[in-house]
């Protein structure tokens, strides 16, 4: 199960708490932004070492989705391994071109 860190306006927010995270000892190989915009995605992933993955809904999805009225960022978050409650709460705003980190559930300190 993934832990949601937070919802960032921004990359540069986002790579400032990737670096707070990595301070506190967790690992930057554990940790996901996902995001829909491509530039954003080329900047967190050449400044840090966390993983970035784009979670939005491929052309066929959107389209379904008009017709079948699924939310297909939900989806995504699901798939990706948020729990059906987490991807209730941030999918809106992901669909807002927000940044959403999350991270496999660690301890601190097992770098």
């Given at each position: 199960m993934k832990q949601v860190i937070g919802l960032f306006d921004s990359e540069i927010d986002v790579i400032r708490k990737i670096e707070d995270l990595k301070v506190e000892g967790f690992d930057p190989a554990q940790m996901t932004a996902l995001t829909k915009d491509a530039d954003i995605y080329l900047t967190i992933q050449n400044r840090t070492k966390a993983s970035v993955e784009t979670a939005g809904p491929s052309m066929k999805e959107k389209?379904?989705?008009?017709?079948?009225?699924?939310?297909?960022?939900?989806d995504s978050l699901i798939k990706f391994g948020l729990s059906e409650e987490d991807a209730e709460n941030y999918h809106r705003e992901f669909a807002k071109e927000k940044v959403l980190l999350v991270i496999d559930e660690q301890p601190p300190g097992t770098v």
């Open positions: 389209i379904k989705s008009m017709f079948s009225r699924e939310k297909p960022v939900k």
